[in-house]
């Protein structure tokens, strides 16, 4: 029986264009592993505000991040990996808006993205991985076979965030997500270090007037050509 080969497909983009439900759905079908790097960026973001860290402070930095030891665990019941802080299950907490402000400020430090960097690249060594972010296509992996760049309009990207975070907090306000928003994609495009960009090779999935099973039947058809090919 022959084996189906293996690829490592990024999904880089905008923020709340759709990436990680996309990025988990193609996985699926795939049967591949899906990582959602931004989370990794999200969990040290949370240590170092638990911590109360100071950002300013390269030796504070440094410290904070010899404490913190990241890992991803399969959950049986939703069939995600989630990501896990010093052992404990982040995710009810990486998608706060308290984090959701310092994360970018964050993941701009050059030694969080080596120590992040380090460990997607050990996940994508044997391949059959969907990992989405911003420099995945770029930097993480740069050899990938298929390189994903999601856009979608402004307008439609506020609206799904809003309603991600409303859904658990009704006190969320449509003008401070809209902020947060232009706030992120103008510090995650315009940082010194691997800055959110499409990679020359990567093909572009604007997903503003499509559904979910449309955007992921051609994201689908692209992995089948590199698969096949
Ligand atoms: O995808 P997300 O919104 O959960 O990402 C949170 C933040 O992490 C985002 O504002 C930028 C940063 N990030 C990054 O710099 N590089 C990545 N590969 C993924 C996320």
């Not at 490592?8 to 079908?29: F, N, Y």
């Not at 690249?121 to 999601?150: C, H, S, W, Y």
């Not at 051609?218 to 698969?227: F, S, T």
């Amino acid at each position: 029986m022959t084996s189906l080969k293996k690829i490592i497909i990024t999904v880089d983009g905008w923020s709340s264009c759709g990436k990680s439900t996309m990025a988990r759905q193609l996985a699926k079908r795939l049967q591949y592993i899906f990582i959602d790097s931004g989370s990794m960026y999200r969990a040290i973001t949370l240590f170092f505000i638990r911590n109360e860290v100071n950002v300013q402070d390269p030796a504070q930095v440094a410290k904070a991040l010899q404490q913190i030891k990241l890992s991803f665990h399969l959950n049986a019941h939703n069939g995600n990996n989630e990501i896990y802080l010093n052992g404990e299950n982040a995710e009810p907490y990486i998608r706060e808006m308290k984090v959701a402000e310092k994360v970018s400020e964050v993941a701009a430090i050059r030694e969080v993205r080596e120590f992040a960097v380090k460990q997607q690249q050990l996940i994508g060594n044997d391949k059959g991985i969907v990992m989405d972010g911003r420099d995945i296509g770029t930097a993480v992996f740069p050899q990938a076979e298929l390189k994903i760049f999601m856009t979608a309009d402004n307008d439609v990207r506020v609206m799904r965030r809003y309603k991600e975070l409303a859904a658990k907090d009704s006190s969320i306000q449509m003008e401070d997500v809209k902020s947060n928003l232009a706030l992120r994609d103008h510090m995650d495009s315009n940082r010194e270090v691997s800055p959110l960009r499409k990679a020359e090779d990567a093909v572009v999935l604007d997903n503003s007037h499509m559904t979910p099973d449309e955007q992921l039947n051609l994201a689908l058809q692209w992995a089948k050509e590199k698969i096949n090919a």
